[in-house]
């Protein structure tokens, strides 16, 4: 069974700072995608960055970014220049290649990080 | 602007009552899902559905049922509430085309059982 760790359940940084926030994961699947979500105080999750196993350059959105080691099984999200809109909790997910026609997302425990000015 | 809207921010139920949580998603989405978040564990799926009247329990269906009788809606049923299924609820649909599609979720809605 897939299984997701995330050991940081809390961080915090200051404003303008870089922070990374770990996860790793647990499979012995060789394609799938990894998933970085936030969900701020107002409780709507939302996609943050997207990795699929089979490419190996780590993708990149604005000021998040990810370092994904494969055979590490790592896979943890970096943010530049951090806002305080980037308070929230953020988790990371593991979706394996569907053989029951669905995809199912498996979550780690979160990480809550706080943004102080 | 995508949607998916769940009927209640917060709810408070006595014990042994019936719960309807309602999820409604203006996608057109062939997947939904129902996770509940409690701290420490993250999200723990309980219910998916893949088409109409179509079901599949997740990790963790014990207590709950799930209806789902037109495409864009998807209720979670608690048939006797108990005080350890007080939880927040998220509801969450994707596409069907394709893997790796991203999940949109609800507003959630937190689930007090007295």
């Known amino acids: 069974a897939q299984t997701v760790t995330q050991s940081q359940p809390e961080m915090s940084v200051q404003e303008a700072e870089t922070v990374t926030l770990s996860c790793t994961y647990d499979t012995s699947e060789s394609n799938y995608y990894l998933f970085w979500y936030k969900q701020p105080p107002s409780r709507q999750m939302i996609l943050v960055i997207r990795q699929e196993a089979y490419k190996q350059q780590n993708a990149t959105e604005n000021r998040f970014s990810v370092n994904f080691q494969k055979a590490a099984k790592s896979f943890s999200l970096k943010i530049s220049d951090s806002q305080l809109g980037d308070t929230a909790m953020y988790f990371c997910a593991f979706m394996k290649h569907p053989t029951g026609g669905y995809n199912k997302l498996i979550f780690g425990a979160g990480t809550r990080l706080a943004v102080h000015p | 602007d995508v949607k998916v809207t769940q009927s209640s921010r917060y709810l408070v139920k006595r014990t042994g009552e019936k719960v309807f949580l309602e999820c409604v998603q203006d996608m057109d989405h062939e997947n939904m899902f129902w996770y509940r978040q409690d701290p420490g564990l993250g999200l723990r799926l309980i219910y998916f559905?893949?088409?109409?009247?179509?079901?599949e329990k997740g990790d963790i269906p014990e207590g709950y049922s799930v209806s789902r009788e037109k495409k864009e809606r998807f209720s979670l049923i608690l048939e006797s509430a108990s005080t350890n299924q007080t939880s927040m609820y998220l509801c969450a649909s994707s596409s069907a085309t394709g893997w790796g599609t991203e999940a949109f979720f609800g507003q959630g809605t937190r689930l007090t059982v007295v």
């Open positions: 559905s893949y088409d109409v009247k179509m079901k």
